[in-house]
């Protein structure tokens, strides 16, 4: 006859079914076991200007023992993604054409989110958070909207040699 189960083996089995029990509850089922670290965003779809900073928000519920943060852009109907920033808690690096722009927040130690300086026509599209902790990776997309943007027209006039009513037929 087997011994009695001491307290962490009787915790291994235990705590699983009460995650789960306690997910359900919720009305909250778990995509995948284990601890989630990442809190879902607010707002997935973040709206800015030309020239402004943009903030795309990504925070830790709770920090892993160990893990870096990757930001990259995903771009459209190419299935890839461009590396932006990848940081370890402590030092971030920049990668590519927003490199230099972008930077973590760290308005405190659960902060991972990106700011995005001088933002340009291009820093529009679709961006993921990527928490690597080395045993489950999880992430987040957030997507950056511009308003406010102006496409020129250029006569064969000239510039600005429009009246009213020439302005809202090339409009048109």
Not at 100 to 125: F, N, P, T
Request: glycine fraction near 10%; charge should be neutral.
């Amino acid at each position: 006859m087997p011994g009695p189960l001491s307290l962490p083996t009787l915790g291994h089995f235990l705590l699983p079914w009460a995650f789960t029990i306690l997910h359900e509850a919720l009305g909250d089922a778990a995509p995948h076991p284990g601890p989630h670290y990442l809190l879902p965003p607010i707002h997935e779809v973040i709206h800015s200007h030309r020239g402004a900073t943009a903030t795309l928000p990504c925070v830790l519920g709770t920090p892993p023992p160990s893990y870096k943060v990757r930001w990259s852009k995903v771009e459209p109907g190419e299935l890839r993604e461009t590396l932006i920033l990848i940081t370890n808690g402590l030092h971030a690096r920049g990668y590519g054409p927003l490199g230099g722009r972008a930077r973590m927040r760290r308005g405190h130690r659960l902060d991972a989110s990106l700011v995005i300086e001088g933002v340009r026509l291009e820093d529009e599209g679709r961006y993921r958070c990527e928490l690597i902790n080395g045993m489950e990776d999880e992430s987040v997309a957030l997507t950056l909207r511009l308003e406010g943007v102006v496409f020129p027209y250029q006569p064969s006039r000239g510039r600005y040699q429009f009246n009213y009513y020439e302005a809202k037929q090339a409009c048109e």
